[in-house]
């Protein structure tokens, strides 16, 4: 059984977002055709509160985009995005929802970020994903969406740990920083992924 997970095609990631991905408005088209090659589709939805701790502004004397610790883990401070409830945290009104059988919301506590759809940056809580692909036989899992170099490797990442036979589709992904995104297309291939 083939999966797609379908990452994180929010309004905020998108043209006139707050955190938007350079082109990365060019992947729904994509997102919506290649849904057919699929025998389960599922997708993620990054899902914070209003006063969550990986928004810079929670943190006066920092900048966005500054690396910091929290809570004993590496954190980019992010504009403010994906608040539960507003419009930047809904899908983007072009993808295409109805084949998607169940959403997958992280990053809701507000002490730890969570860019995979499995577990937190810390693995300390799963989200369900990995019991729900289980439960419905997955074997194989391709991965799109946004952002290339956040949530899309991480997710990968964990389905590649999971033991799926694990794709990422690049002409489906735009990354933050095509430097970040040279690099980790170079790990991923070394764990065993598929760049495709
Ligand atoms: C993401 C940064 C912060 C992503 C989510 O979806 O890649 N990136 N939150
Ligand atoms: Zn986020």
Not at 113 to 118: M, T
């Amino acid at each position: 059984m083939k999966a797609l997970i379908i990452v994180d095609i929010q309004n905020d990631f998108l043209d006139g977002g707050s955190l938007a991905v350079p082109n990365g408005n060019e992947v729904i088209p994509l997102i919506n055709e290649i849904q057919n090659d699929f025998d389960l589709i599922v997708a993620t939805q990054d899902w914070h509160p209003h006063n969550h701790k990986s928004f810079a502004a929670e943190h006066p004397n920092q900048q966005e985009f500054d690396l910091i610790d929290l809570n004993g883990l590496p954190q980019v401070l992010w504009p403010i995005h994906c608040v539960q409830g507003s419009f930047g945290a809904e899908f983007h009104q072009d993808l295409e929802t109805n084949k998607i059988e169940a959403i997958f919301r992280k990053g809701m506590d507000t002490e730890i970020d969570s860019y995979s759809g499995f577990y937190d940056n810390g693995k300390r809580k799963n989200t369900g994903l990995l019991g729900y692909l289980k439960d419905r036989n997955v074997t194989d899992v391709s991965v799109v969406g946004l952002a290339a170099d956040y949530c899309v490797y991480f997710t990968a990442k964990d389905a590649l740990e999971a033991g799926f036979q694990t794709e990422i589709i690049e002409k489906a992904t735009r990354p933050i920083s095509l430097n970040n995104w040279k690099n980790l297309k170079e790990e991923f291939k070394n764990l065993g992924g598929i760049i495709s």
